[in-house]
C-alpha cells in the first residue's frame, strides 16, 4: 500500500486495484469527533475508492477535534472562528492536492465528503477551490456566509458536482440550511443531487444508500475536464 505523507493525521482505507481507474474520497468528521468516526463507512464506499478519513487540527479535548471554533450567540446565530476556518480550509486544500499526486488520482476523481461541520468544509472547499476536485458530499451542514464572498466564478464549477443531504427532523442544524445551500447551488453550472430523510442529526441507512448510488454513478461517468 502507498504511504501518504500529508499534512494532517488520518487512515487511509486503499482503492481495490482491480476495480479500474482510482478515485479518492476524502471524508471529514463533525466537531467533536475524530478520524475514526467515519472511518468506518470506508468499506462501503465503491471499490474504485481510495478512502481518506481526516482528523480536524484543533483539539477540544483528548480524542475530539473541531475544524474551527465556533459560540452560539442568544440570538441563536453562529460566531465561527474565522482564521481557524481559513487555516483549516488551507490545509485541507493542500492535503487534497498532496494525496491525490501521490496517489496518482487527477483533480477529476476527487470526491470530499464530510458530517455535519466535516460537511462545512466539504462545501467551502468545493465553492472556492473548484478546481482541485470533482465534486463534494455534504451531509447536515450549512453554507458558512463567511465563505460565500469567497465564491470561485461560475465558469469554474462546469462538470462539477455535489450532494447535499439532510435530516427533516435536524434538531442541531436545521434543514433550512440545506435548503439554503440548494438554492445557491442552483446559480452555479454544477449537477446538484440529495435530499432530505426521515431522521435527525445522524445518517440513516436510506441516507447512506442514496449516497453511495451517487458516488457510484459519479464514478461511471467520462472524467475529462
Do not use: C
Not at 150 to 168: C, R
Amino acid at each position: 500500500m502507498t504511504s501518504l505523507h500529508l499534512p494532517l493525521q488520518f487512515l487511509h482505507h486503499p482503492a481495490q486495484q482491480s476495480a479500474g481507474d482510482p478515485w479518492l474520497l476524502v471524508l471529514m468528521h463533525g466537531v467533536g469527533s475524530n478520524e475514526q468516526d467515519l472511518f468506518g463507512l470506508a468499506r462501503m464506499m465503491p471499490p474504485q475508492f481510495h478512502v481518506l478519513s481526516l482528523r480536524a487540527p484543533y483539539v477540544l479535548s483528548p480524542g475530539a477535534y473541531a475544524w474551527f471554533e465556533f459560540q452560539v450567540l442568544a440570538d441563536g446565530t453562529r460566531r465561527i472562528d474565522e482564521e481557524q476556518e481559513r487555516e483549516s480550509r488551507f490545509l485541507i486544500g493542500e492535503m487534497v492536492t498532496s494525496a491525490s499526486q501521490q496517489l496518482g488520482v487527477p483533480p477529476e476523481r476527487v470526491v470530499v465528503g464530510g458530517f455535519s461541520q466535516g460537511g462545512i468544509m466539504s462545501l467551502s472547499l468545493l465553492l472556492t477551490q473548484p478546481d482541485k476536485l470533482r465534486a463534494a458530499m455534504v451531509w447536515h451542514s450549512r453554507l458558512l456566509p463567511e465563505v460565500v464572498p469567497h465564491i470561485a466564478p461560475p465558469e469554474a464549477f462546469a462538470g462539477k458536482a455535489l450532494w447535499v443531504s439532510h435530516g427533516s427532523a435536524d434538531n442541531v442544524i436545521p434543514p433550512s440550511a440545506a435548503q439554503a445551500t440548494r438554492e445557491l447551488a442552483r446559480g452555479l453550472p454544477l449537477a446538484l443531487s440529495g435530499s432530505d430523510f426521515p431522521g435527525a442529526h445522524e445518517i440513516r441507512p436510506a441516507e447512506l444508500q442514496g449516497t453511495l448510488a451517487w458516488l457510484q454513478a459519479l464514478s461511471a461517468q467520462p472524467t475529462a475536464p
